[in-house]
């Protein structure tokens, strides 16, 4: 009972440290990078690297640049996919018909992902608007790439696709930036207009921009014509809106939800096993902090199961968490080590993406 009353007083005495539903940043479903061990991952990029086709090329030096985002090369990174953008806007020869128009644009994704995690935020909110524009069919111009406006506002399906690509990372991009740079305000405003504009993502998603105002305790817009709302966006609203006890009234309403949450767990209605851990996680966390450790304990146990196809970085996380609530215990997995890629087989993968796609690529070499 002092754990539910602590609680109570955090959510609503300015300066105390409230129920955080937000310490694996979003959870609405991404695509899942799933992982492998370095001499793995070596091997795979590499047989694409030097013998794919152009789509496997791309596909290649994406996960590339994001190890290297992660081993902190940004510059590195940022190098790929400019060599990337080069080579797309090279090749693509009829506009009309070319999927390198998609491989450059996520290239350019990935460049406004490294700015906006990092340092370079405000130029990430530019590309962002871009590809609101690009989304409504307008022409686009960033970082090198170049989409008209005849070629995205066209009925053919590779235009269907752009103007989808293009919609889908502003919603998500917008929000993921927007949390992890602690801009809220600017993230409440932006996600509230993405949800007013584009109100079908509750059934078909992403779901981040809702999400967001989840977080805040804020209501969507137009909820008169959400009849079609996604399970896993329902549970993913359900599950921030514990961290806002005054929206149930009294702290037993929301304790009462947390473990309604955790009862119906399995039926949350999650496509891929990853994203359904991750939320898992969170709610253990949130039962914990409600007062009830076993249903805790289950939430978090189930979490390490679902989460272990993204590898080791995001179990440890959890299980990191889970022993914060719940101290040594044999229940909590012992984290293992999660090894990345070495400068030399950086460097010898950043060569093999240059020979392909380079004619006057620059090579940032790691030490």
């Not at 005849?150 to 991009?173: K, M, Q, S």
């Not at 809106?241 to 767990?265: K, N, V, Y």
């Not at 096993?273 to 902090?289: E, Y």
Request: overall charge positive; charged content about 25%; some cysteine.
């Amino acid at each position: 009972m002092l754990i539910v009353m602590d609680i109570s007083r955090a959510n609503q005495e300015p300066g105390r440290a409230r129920v955080d539903t937000t310490w694996l940043g979003l959870l609405a479903p991404e695509d899942l990078v799933v992982w492998q061990s370095p001499s793995g991952l070596r091997a795979a990029l590499e047989s694409k690297l030097a013998h794919g086709g152009i789509a496997e090329v791309f596909t290649a030096a994406n996960r590339l640049s994001l190890e290297l985002y992660r081993t902190g090369r940004s510059s590195a990174a940022r190098e790929l996919c400019r060599m990337q953008i080069r080579y797309a806007m090279r090749n693509r020869g009829n506009e009309e018909d070319s999927d390198l128009i998609l491989l450059g644009l996520q290239a350019v994704v990935n460049i406004i992902r490294v700015d906006g995690y990092g340092s370079e935020t405000g130029r990430a909110l530019e590309g962002l608007r871009r590809l609101e524009g690009l989304a409504d069919g307008g022409a686009f111009h960033f970082h090198g790439l170049a989409i008209s406006s005849g070629i995205a506002a066209g009925d053919g399906t590779l235009a269907h696709r752009i103007r989808a690509f293009a919609r889908g990372n502003r919603i998500v991009e917008t929000a993921k930036i927007l949390l992890r740079r602690n801009r809220i305000e600017v993230a409440v405003s932006e996600c509230r207009q993405l949800c007013e504009k584009w109100p079908s993502v509750v059934s078909i998603g992403p779901f981040h921009a809702h999400e967001m105002l989840s977080i805040q305790g804020c209501p969507w817009p137009g909820t008169e014509r959400m009849a079609g709302i996604a399970p896993a966006l329902s549970a993913i609203d359900r599950l921030h809106r514990l961290a806002h006890p005054s929206l149930f009234g009294t702290i037993e309403r929301s304790r009462d939800e947390a473990m309604e949450l955790c009862r119906e767990r399995e039926r949350a209605g999650f496509s891929d096993d990853v994203a359904h851990g991750r939320f898992m996680a969170v709610l253990g966390s949130v039962l914990h902090q409600y007062g009830e450790p076993a249903a805790g304990n289950a939430c978090f146990a189930d979490a390490c199961r679902l989460a272990a196809p993204a590898g080791p970085r995001l179990v440890n996380r959890i299980a990191r968490q889970w022993t914060v609530h719940a101290g040594s215990s044999p229940s909590v997995p012992v984290r293992r080590a999660s090894p990345e890629l070495g400068p030399g087989d950086l460097n010898t993968l950043q060569e093999l993406a240059s020979a392909r796609l380079g004619r006057t690529a620059t090579v940032i070499r790691i030490r």
